[in-house]
């Protein structure tokens, strides 16, 4: 099966940066991905990595570690409306199907 | 497009009745998939499917659970008989491939069961 681990809750001040980790444990890897969801929404995407190294989105940025089973979000110039809860999911090549599963989640929290 | 829209948006059920959670994917997409979410577990997926075919059911909680898509435009989630443990938001997603990396959720479902 899959498992995946991130931090329960972080909390940052408006614009600084702060970086979610997801470590990942699955056969079959084809990638990661980051969502975002606000309490009462639905998670909505961010950013996806298939190959190592980084890739940047405006003020998010995500990165991936193959062989380290590792990858994080990087958020810049943080909001108040980045106040949210962010999630990690591993695609993964099972039995015929590609399997999207998600991590426990990170809730950030932005302070002034 | 009007994105994944879900039915109902909330549900209030007495224990034992049956319940039906609706979903109407993307147009074009070919994977949609179930998830549950709550405090304790998360999002949890129950199914997925590629090309209206059920892969992988793993998920699913117990019998009382069931999952159908009948064609590319349709899916429902049935539970039956319900529990209270079953009060959650039951989310759908769907993506244009089977190996796209990003999905696109549904507005939820918010079930209790009483």
């Known amino acids: 099966g899959q498992s995946l681990e991130q931090p329960s809750e972080v909390t940052a001040v408006e614009g600084a940066i702060v970086q979610i980790n997801c470590t990942y444990q699955t056969s079959g890897f084809y990638g990661l991905s980051w969502y975002q969801q606000h309490d009462g929404g639905a998670p909505t995407f961010l950013s996806y990595n298939a190959l190592d190294g980084l890739e940047e989105t405006g003020r998010f940025s995500s990165f991936l570690s193959r062989s380290d089973s590792y990858g994080y979000l990087l958020l810049q110039e943080l909001q108040m409306k980045d106040s949210a809860s962010y999630f990690c999911a591993v695609r993964a090549l099972t039995g015929g199907g590609n399997k999207l599963t998600f991590g426990t989640g990170t809730q950030l929290k932005v302070e002034l | 497009d009007a994105g994944v829209i879900q039915s109902p948006r909330h549900e209030v059920t007495e224990m034992g009745q049956e319940v039906t959670l609706r979903c109407k994917p993307i147009?074009?997409?070919?994977?949609l998939f179930w998830y549950r979410q709550t405090m304790m577990r998360g999002l949890e997926l129950l199914i997925y499917f590629n090309n209206n075919v059920p892969i992988d059911d793993s998920g699913m909680p117990e019998d009382r659970f069931s999952a159908k898509m009948p064609n590319a435009s349709f899916s429902t989630l049935k539970i039956q008989p319900s529990e209270p443990r079953d009060s959650a938001v039951y989310f759908c997603?769907?993506?244009?491939?089977?190996?796209?990396?990003?999905?696109?959720f549904g507005q939820g479902t918010r079930l209790t069961v009483v």
């Open positions: 997603a769907s993506s244009s491939r089977t190996d796209s990396l990003e999905a696109f």
């Open positions: 147009s074009g997409h070919n994977s």
